[in-house]
């Protein structure tokens, strides 16, 4: 339920003046952080907010490349005539500003190493508080430059090539010791505290950076096993209903995929997923939800792309990009593995990998693996899942709705018409059945 504190809900006889003076606020107030346009319209069971906080807070999440928090970067926000200039923290970060209404714009800058100021993307404040997520194109990683090394007469020592016979000659240390015998930095017993080197043997400066994006070890064993339509037939006698009507719900859970020149599977020979963050935060108790927001949050993601300059970009709010799924995949997986491949849904017919055991596996990466095989185990689990659900009425009655509530979710009569899950199937059926798809 809504705070009590920030939000109200409109009961019958209600006027904005009288709920504004009870809250010790003004209706032009009210008007302008809940975009009401005329405030002697408002209607009942309406939930408004009670003051800006409630609704205009901008948060900004900076993420490097492999979506790892990036610290310490010099960021300014410019909003509602105020300027702005301050650090991310250790999550990455930025801490969180207000907005004066939801129509407010604020333009976010990041500081170049030679300390002027890019513009990163330009966003509403919104009715309702946003995280906006920033994902570099490059990764960060903490570093220490050196200076070149220079011979006895001062010039630079050129970089060794690996046609050398023999290294180059390592600088002339300024200083000098009188010291003698053997250095015992190991202790002289291999033992004792390491660092990594932060020279090679010629004196060179080294940093080694690895991308900490895990191996997603399940995505093996890809057959390409395409449905048949005798396979369409045996699966519509398993659960007693019509062919056309499981190839509806398939129809329905692509076409997005096929809208973008997509299948069951993508290039690279992995299923196609879409990865859900609130999945994740509940099958991980929260424990990630303040560092990693973007791929766990109590709050799902929404439809839509966010777009900056005519691309899409990653704000953190929306499902983004198929092309993104494998990457919030792969950061959940390096924190849970298990937790990571249940809050995806999967190829063909995009089953939750949280239903692993209606679908009959013994475990989330059993599932995982199966469903990186082929279309034909994509079939086979959407078959066990909907007898796990007792869906097969349902199905022989072409029961749309109820077909939707247990295969889509409740949320599915919240959606505009042209959304609405099981308006569409019953659309897709028709047209299939009306071509004489199967015989």
């Given at each position: 339920?809504?705070?009590?504190?920030?939000?109200?809900?409109?009961?019958?006889?209600?006027t904005?003046?009288?709920?504004?003076?009870?809250?010790?606020t003004?209706?032009?107030?009210?008007?302008?952080?809940?975009?009401?346009?005329?405030?002697?319209k408002?209607?009942?069971?309406?939930?408004?907010?009670?003051?800006?906080?409630a609704?205009?807070k901008?948060?900004?999440?900076?993420?490097?490349r492999d979506?790892n928090?990036?610290?310490?970067?010099?960021?300014?926000?410019?909003?509602?005539?105020?300027?702005?200039?301050?650090?991310?923290?250790?999550?990455?970060?930025?801490?969180t500003?207000?907005?004066?209404?939801?129509?407010?714009?604020v333009?976010i800058?990041?500081?170049?190493?030679?300390?002027?100021?890019?513009?990163?993307?330009e966003?509403?404040?919104?009715?309702?508080?946003?995280?906006?997520?920033l994902?570099?194109?490059?990764?960060?990683?903490?570093?220490?430059?050196?200076?070149?090394?220079?011979d006895?007469?001062?010039?630079p020592?050129?970089?060794?090539?690996?046609t050398?016979?023999?290294?180059?000659?390592?600088?002339?240390?300024?200083?000098?010791?009188?010291?003698?015998?053997?250095?015992?930095?190991?202790?002289?017993?291999?033992?004792?505290?390491?660092?990594?080197?932060?020279?090679?043997?010629?004196?060179?400066?080294?940093?080694?950076?690895?991308?900490?994006?895990?191996?997603?070890?399940?995505?093996?064993?890809?057959?390409?096993?395409?449905?048949?339509?005798?396979?369409?037939?045996?699966?519509a006698?398993?659960?007693?209903?019509?062919?056309?009507?499981?190839?509806?719900?398939?129809?329905?859970?692509?076409?997005?995929?096929?809208?973008?020149?997509?299948?069951?599977?993508?290039?690279?020979?992995?299923?196609?997923?879409?990865y859900?963050?609130?999945?994740?935060?509940?099958?991980?108790?929260?424990?990630?939800?303040?560092?990693?927001?973007?791929?766990s949050?109590?709050?799902?993601?929404?439809?839509?792309?966010a777009?900056?300059?005519?691309?899409?970009?990653?704000?953190?709010?929306h499902?983004?990009?198929?092309?993104?799924?494998?990457?919030?995949?792969?950061?959940?997986?390096?924190?849970?593995?298990?937790?990571?491949?249940?809050?995806?849904?999967?190829?063909?017919?995009?089953?939750?990998?949280?239903?692993?055991?209606?679908?009959g596996?013994?475990?989330a990466?059993?599932?995982?693996?199966?469903?990186?095989?082929?279309?034909?185990?994509?079939?086979?689990?959407?078959?066990?899942?909907?007898?796990?659900?007792?869906?097969?009425?349902?199905?022989?009655?072409?029961?749309?709705?109820?077909?939707?509530?247990?295969?889509?979710?409740?949320g599915?009569?919240k959606?505009?018409?042209?959304?609405?899950?099981?308006?569409?199937?019953?659309?897709?059926?028709n047209?299939?059945?009306?071509?004489?798809?199967?015989?």
């Open positions: 339920m809504p705070n009590a504190n920030k939000f109200y809900t409109i009961k019958k006889g209600d904005l003046s009288e709920i504004a003076q009870r809250h010790g003004s209706t032009k107030q009210l008007c302008k952080i809940n975009g009401i346009k005329n405030p002697d408002i209607g009942e069971g309406q939930v408004i907010a009670l003051n800006a906080k609704v205009c901008v948060t900004v999440q900076l993420l490097d979506r928090p990036i610290p310490n970067a010099k960021v300014r926000m410019e909003y509602s005539g105020k300027r702005k200039e301050i650090s991310s923290k250790q999550n990455g970060r930025v801490p500003i207000l907005t004066r209404t939801p129509e407010d714009l333009r800058f990041i500081a170049r190493a030679d300390g002027t100021w890019k513009q990163i993307t966003v509403a404040s919104g009715w309702g508080n946003k995280l906006v997520t994902v570099s194109p490059k990764i960060k990683f903490d570093g220490k430059t050196m200076p070149h090394p220079k006895t007469s001062g010039k020592v050129r970089d060794p090539k690996k050398d016979k023999k290294p180059v000659t390592p600088p002339v240390n300024p200083e000098t010791t009188k010291s003698k015998g053997k250095p015992h930095g190991d202790y002289g017993d291999g033992k004792g505290p390491k660092t990594d080197p932060t020279t090679d043997k010629n004196g060179l400066p080294v940093k080694d950076v690895t991308n900490d994006q895990v191996k997603l070890d399940f995505l093996k064993g890809y057959t390409g096993e395409k449905i048949t339509e005798e396979d369409y037939k045996k699966a006698k398993e659960l007693g209903c019509e062919v056309e009507v499981i190839r509806a719900i398939g129809e329905q859970e692509t076409n997005k995929l096929k809208k973008l020149g997509l299948g069951s599977f993508d290039k690279k020979n992995r299923p196609t997923i879409l859900e963050r609130h999945y994740f935060s509940r099958l991980t108790k929260h424990k990630y939800d303040r560092v990693n927001p973007d791929i949050s109590p709050t799902p993601y929404t439809q839509g792309t777009r900056l300059g005519g691309k899409p970009f990653d704000d953190g709010q499902f983004g990009l198929f092309s993104w799924q494998y990457k919030k995949l792969a950061k959940a997986f390096a924190l849970n593995k298990e937790a990571a491949i249940r809050s995806c849904s999967w190829g063909a017919f995009q089953v939750m990998g949280d239903n692993f055991k209606a679908c596996f013994s475990s990466f059993e599932f995982a693996k199966a469903m990186s095989k082929s279309e034909m185990e994509h079939l086979k689990a959407m078959v066990a899942y909907c007898k796990a659900n007792n869906l097969q009425t349902a199905l022989k009655n072409k029961n749309w709705q109820t077909i939707a509530k247990v295969y889509n979710g409740p599915y009569k959606k505009k018409k042209e959304e609405r899950y099981d308006l569409n199937l019953e659309k897709i059926y047209r299939l059945k009306n071509k004489g798809v199967s015989k």
